[in-house]
């Protein structure tokens, strides 16, 4: 039998930045496993075994058809032993015994619930998990736990947050963010960032970049946002973040390190005919809105298009891309800037495509960014 894919002469790289990775996905059936797998390291500190699965999954997402045999897997970067023997399983018996043991396992089904709160991460879940609890009424049942603003939120709106928004949905509350920030700056900025800007359909969330063609007007933009979306009455819940940026600071070694530009994480009311309430919630009757939640992060224009690259992701999309930087290019790259370690300058940058060029890497559009 014949399986292999017509494959492309070219060497994949080991790199996602140097792969064009859409929203589709024909190996769905692989990625969906070895998410459980991922998930499953995180939960255990593996950050190794992690990596190992989370660089083969994005390999597999770039692939342009479905592997159909081991063989298929042939030349391809990032796919070692453990993952091939998970992905043999599935081939021959259309699961992995591994992905199976996972999923009936006690306290990975408890972390995986508790952490799909907002604000619960995964050492409150373990910790959660430790004095025995499995199910949410359990932890809301014990007095001594006291949750945080974020926690609280993340209960009170819980299926409405786990729901996420489609792409219209999000298109409905791009209008409102946009009118209420030009009612304070006429002329600002508001760019669509996240999952959305990467074509996804779905997300669980909405990310925007604000920011203003004056350098330095964006100061205090987000706290007035804030304010406007109080007194329109569909501010749920906000959390919001004093920029600490200092223009003079390297890029970050570290890849999860929170930037620095001022930003807002919400929980906003969003009212509309397109907007599908949860009918089984008892108060559904009475209400016409949902809970969504959403990002915004305010850079100074000078920083707008590093900022606008590392909010547009994919998580796996910016890992590579610092890495590549790093390791093929001897430079350093965050939200915030590019260094020349051999040159010692930072570069800067106005467009995304000028940030690709620094890096002597092809330009990769946002939609070719689902790493
Ligand atoms: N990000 C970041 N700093 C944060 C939060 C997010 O740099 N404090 C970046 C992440 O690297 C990610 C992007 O912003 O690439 C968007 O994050 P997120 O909304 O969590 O993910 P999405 O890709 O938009 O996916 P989803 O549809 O689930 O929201
Ligand atoms: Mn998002
Ligand atoms: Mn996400
Ligand atoms: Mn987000």
């Not at 075994?49 to 660089?55: E, G």
């Not at 070692?80 to 259309?94: H, P, R, S, Y």
């Amino acid at each position: 039998e014949v399986c292999v894919e017509p494959s492309s002469p070219q060497r994949l790289s080991q790199y996602a930045c140097q792969r064009r990775t859409t929203t589709i996905n024909h190996n769905k059936i692989f990625t969906d496993a070895f998410e459980v797998l991922i998930e499953h390291a995180e939960f255990n500190e593996n950050e190794g075994r992690c990596l190992a699965f989370m660089r083969a999954t994005s390999v597999l997402k770039s692939l342009s058809g479905a592997v159909r045999c081991l063989w298929d897997l042939e030349g391809l970067p990032c796919l070692g032993d453990q993952t091939k023997a998970v992905m043999e399983d599935i081939l021959e018996c259309g699961k992995s015994s591994k992905v199976q043991e996972i999923l009936s396992d006690d306290k990975y089904q408890a972390l995986k619930l508790f952490t799909s709160v907002f604000g619960v991460g995964r050492k409150t879940a373990e910790k959660w998990y430790r004095k025995g609890y499995r199910t949410f009424e359990e932890v809301l049942a014990d007095s001594s736990i006291s949750l945080n603003k974020m926690q609280k939120a993340g209960f009170l709106y819980y299926n409405d947050i786990l729901k996420g928004l489609n792409r219209a949905e999000a298109d409905v509350l791009s209008q409102i963010i946009e009118k209420t920030v030009h009612t304070i700056v006429p002329d600002a900025i508001v760019t669509l960032t996240g999952g959305f800007r990467r074509g996804k359909e779905y997300g669980h969330d909405v990310d925007f970049i604000l920011t203003t063609p004056e350098q330095g007007k964006q100061e205090g933009l987000l706290g007035c946002v804030i304010n406007k979306l109080r007194y329109q009455g569909i501010l749920l819940y906000h959390d919001h973040q004093q920029s600490t940026f200092d223009f003079k600071k390297l890029p970050s070694w570290k890849f999860e390190a929170m930037d620095h530009y001022e930003k807002c994480f919400l929980v906003l009311k969003l009212k509309s005919d397109l907007v599908e309430v949860d009918t089984r919630r008892d108060d559904a009757a009475e209400r016409d809105w949902r809970a969504v939640r959403v990002d915004l992060v305010a850079p100074p224009i000078s920083h707008f298009a590093f900022a606008l690259l590392g909010w547009t992701g994919s998580r796996q999309f910016e890992r590579d891309l610092r890495r590549f930087a790093r390791h093929e290019r001897k430079m350093l790259l965050d939200n915030h800037a590019l260094y020349d370690k051999t040159k010692k300058v930072c570069l800067s940058a106005k467009t995304e495509e000028e940030i690709f060029a620094h890096l002597g890497l092809e330009y990769i559009a946002p939609w070719e960014r689902n790493a």
